[in-house]
């Protein structure tokens, strides 16, 4: 079983930036490719970016490519993500995910354990 908490959301203008970070419990951390994805109001979960177990490779969506940065900590167990260059349409809830396999998906059935999610709004 893994737990997944994320933290850092909140309140932003547009051009600003905010680093949300995500905890993660259970063993084998490193293991685990970690992806974020994130929902606005009405509309389906899309997945943003994802990074391999030992940070050797990375996804990214279109619409983040260039101004949102994914990393981990394996001693930490935590993963991140950093977002630059803020957008209104940046406004939802961001989650995070661990996927068991070794493949990075960018679907969020491929995913086996999430977080509660945080809250990213941003102000035009």
């Known amino acids: 079983q893994v737990q997944l908490v994320e933290s850092g959301g909140g309140l932003v203008q547009a051009g600003g930036s905010l680093r949300l970070s995500c905890a993660a419990s259970?063993?084998?951390?490193?293991?685990?490719?970690m992806g974020w994805f994130r929902q606005a109001p009405g509309k389906e979960r899309e997945f943003v970016a994802a990074i391999s177990g030992g940070s050797f490779s990375t996804e990214f969506s279109a619409s983040v490519k260039g101004r949102f940065t994914i990393s981990r900590d394996n001693a930490k167990d935590t993963v991140y993500l950093q977002m630059n260059s803020l957008k209104p349409e940046d406004t939802a809830v961001y989650y995070c995910?661990?996927?068991?396999?070794?493949?990075?998906?960018?679907?969020?059935?491929?995913?086996?354990?999430w977080g509660q999610g945080t809250q990213v709004t941003v102000s035009s």
């Open positions: 259970g063993r084998a951390f490193s293991r685990y490719v």
């Open positions: 995910a661990a996927d068991l396999s070794a493949t990075i998906w960018t679907i969020t059935g491929a995913y086996d354990y």
